[in-house]
Each structure stands twice: as C-alpha cells, then as structure tokens.
C-alpha cells in the first residue's frame, strides 16, 4: 500500500464522505502555497483529478482556466484504494471469466436495481470488516493496529466504506476496560 501524509490521508477520507468523492474544501488548515504543494503531489500521484466544476450544483472550485470555468478536485480510484477503499465500479471478477447477460425483464445496472457491493479479500478493508464482526467487536486502536491505519482514516472507512458504499451498520458501545468498541450489525 502507498504510504501516505496524514494530510493526504485526510484528503482522501474527507472526499469519500461527500457526493461524487469532491476532495474540497481542503482542512483549514491547509492554506496557500502549502495547498498548492500537497495538491500538486497527490494530482502527480494519480490520486486526484481535476474535472470541471458544475457552478450550478454549487461544486467547489480549486482554481480557475481562465476562460470563466473552474475546476474542482476529485479522489481518483488510485487514491481510495491507497486508504483502503475498493473503488465503485471496481469488478472482482477476473478478466477471462465470461460476461453474463442480464435476462431480458431483469432490472441492469442503470435499472431500478443499485448493484450490490462487496470489499475484496485481503484487503485492509476486509480485515475491517472481519474485526467489526467479531462478537466483541473491535476498538479504534486495535484496528489501528491491524491495519496501520490513523484514527480519523478508521472512521472515515466507517462512514464512508462500510456505511455509505457497503450499506453496513456499525455500532459502538462503551465497554469496561476497553473503551469504546465498534461492531458490525448482523
């Protein structure tokens, strides 16, 4: 997995939480030319693009071309698989494995029917998801210490992974002894 800046690792999270993984506003935090600096590394490293802005959906604009268009910034499928995060369209299957045709009055993915998702194995994410579905769940530490991931990554996975994209319902409860534990709900 590419090792990231906790900045970057905070980008990422952050965009994975709103509609259409917009990457803006950055933390405030990050001003200026520094802005400019850790953009411009995660735009070389494929994980963010730049894409025009919709200014009548009120989209938030990084910089402008020029020509009265902004553009806005945007998490790339490369830049959620490197918090842990299995892209939307990604497909596990593997590449010679035959295309199955939908029946003629089943619903298709442009349909009525979402497509269901599902995490890969082996993945951070995966491991995750194992611990949150022990009978005792798991605490932001241990977790933590399983996947090397921060705090704010691990609960940005909860909202945006597990709840949002994988229609999980994660739990916590204050246990003696352990602090707060997070749990899967069957």
């Not at 921060?150 to 999980?168: V, Y």
Request: charge should be negative.
């Amino acid at each position: 997995m590419t090792k990231l800046s906790d900045t970057q690792a905070l980008i990422l999270s952050a965009a994975t939480q709103r509609p259409e993984n917009i990457a803006l506003p950055l933390p405030e935090s990050l001003r200026g030319g520094v802005a400019a600096k850790v953009v411009g590394a995660m735009l070389a490293k494929g994980f963010l693009e730049e894409v025009d802005a919709d200014m009548r959906k009120g989209e938030p604009v990084w910089r402008e071309t020029g020509d009265g268009h902004g553009v806005t910034l945007v998490a790339t499928d490369a830049g959620l698989a490197a918090i842990g995060i299995e892209p939307e369209d990604a497909n596990p299957a593997p590449a010679d494995a035959p295309i199955k045709e939908p029946a003629p009055d089943s619903p298709t993915e442009t349909g009525d029917v979402p497509k269901t998702r599902t995490s890969r194995e082996g993945t951070k994410q995966a491991k995750l998801i194992e611990m949150l579905r022990r009978p005792d769940g798991a605490t932001i530490e241990e977790i933590a210490a399983a996947t090397q991931w921060q705090p704010h990554t691990i609960r940005g996975a909860f909202a945006g992974a597990l709840k949002k994209k994988l229609s999980l319902e994660v739990t916590s409860e204050k246990v003696d002894g352990r602090g707060r534990c997070y749990r899967i709900v069957a």
